[in-house]
Every structure is written in C-alpha cells, then in structure tokens.
C-alpha cells in the first residue's frame, strides 16, 4: 500500500488567497483526519470524517476553513482567504477503525504552507 | 480536558548512551497511548500502542511503559539513526481524537 498521499507538498501563496490541500486515505481505512502542526502549539486536529461524513468540526479554527470528503478516497482542506497565520504543516491521516488495533492513525507526509 | 506534556523537550545523547523518554497525561478514560517518531520534514510514523497499565511493548531498541499517569519511552544503546521527534498522544471517551504533547526532539550523536 502506498499509504497516505498528499498534496502539493509544498504551498507557497499571497495572503488573501484560496488554498486547496489534498489527501487520498489508505485504502478500506473509514476514518480520515485532518492535523495541523506549528512549532508554538504542536499537532491539532482540525476535523475528522467517518464513512466520508464529518464527526467533529470542533478544531477548525474560523469560517475561513472547510474540508469536504465527496468519496472514500478522498478530502480537501481548503483556506479561504488564507493569511499569514495559517502557515503551518497540514497532515492527513487516516485509520481503519475504532478497536482492536485498527484505531491506529497513519499519517501522510503533509503540505507545508507559507502564505506570504 | 486531556493533556498530554513530554519532557524532556530536547535530549542529547552519546551512541550507546541509554535513556528515557517521558509523557505525563491527564485523560478521562483512557483508550490508548500511542507513540509516534517524526524525522523532519515527514508524518509522523506508529511506533506502539498501550491500553493498560503494566503494559510494556518492545521495538529493537524501543521500549515503552505505561502506568495510570505517565508512559516512558525507553531507548536502549541508540544509535544516530535514532534521532528524532517522538511524540506521544492519548486517546480518551472521544473516541477517534487524539490529544498530542508536543515531543522530544532526541539526538544522538556518533
């Protein structure tokens, strides 16, 4: 399995615009989320899908952000406008299930993004 | 609200030099203590996961404990190769969501 994939890898844009970030989940895996990493507040989720809907919002930070998942194989997190302090690593990870070892969440390689 | 603090924050070791990794939590009905390893610029990569206390896990030269407030992350004989970010993360009644410290940052110098 080529395990979660991202992207772009890199983001670079001017404040002000829309950033769409990618993320194919493991295969059969019913559980996607979405993380964001600085080095002032470290790893936070942002949101979280089961079976492609959203269970919980609760980290998005503004109106600003939305993430859809229109199928099993795929999300988006998208910033719009996107401001300097969105800059970060957005990873996505995703897991097979709640129990028995499946709970476990695997990561992609993330996008860092720099709004300028 | 669950907490997750690591400590150290930064560690510096000799090659051979073993050590442990420390991580307090502060969580409602624990479902799971995971550690993950970092290398820069990389996701984070599954190391272990412990659900109860008295519970150990081995990985080479990896080795984790957990009691009711705090898992150590044991490092026996490292090598450079270890050098990383490890991370711990717990897993309360919130089913799917993590909580995460915010990581050791371990180097191991040859």
């Avoid at chain 1, 615009?17 to 993320?23: F, G, K, N």
């Amino acid at each position: 399995d080529a395990g979660v994939i991202q992207s772009p890898r890199h983001e670079v844009t001017e404040m002000g615009q829309e950033v769409t970030l990618r993320c194919k989940p493991i295969s059969g895996h019913d559980y996607l989320f979405w993380y964001r990493q600085t080095m002032m507040r470290g790893l936070e989720l942002l949101i979280y899908f089961n079976n492609n809907v959203p269970i919980d919002d609760s980290g998005m930070p503004e109106d600003r952000f939305s993430a859809k998942m229109p199928n099993a194989s795929f999300s988006t997190l998208k910033i719009q406008p996107s401001e300097p302090r969105d800059s970060a690593v957005y990873f996505c990870a995703s897991s097979a299930g709640l129990a028995g070892g499946h709970e476990t969440q695997y990561f992609g390689p993330g996008t860092r993004l720099l709004v300028l | 609200e669950d907490q997750v603090t690591q400590s150290p924050e930064a560690l510096r070791l000799q090659e051979g030099e073993s050590s442990s990794l420390n991580c307090s939590y502060t969580v409602s009905g624990l479902r799971g203590l995971f550690w993950y390893r970092q290398d820069p610029g990389k996701g984070p990569e599954f190391l272990f996961t412990l659900y109860s206390a008295g519970e150990e896990k081995e990985k080479e030269r990896l080795k984790a404990t957990l009691t009711k407030k705090e898992s150590f992350l044991h490092i026996t004989a490292p090598k450079p190769e270890d050098s990383a970010t490890y991370l711990c993360a717990v897993r309360g009644r919130g089913f799917q969501k993590l909580v995460f410290g915010t990581g050791t940052r371990l180097l191991v110098s040859p």
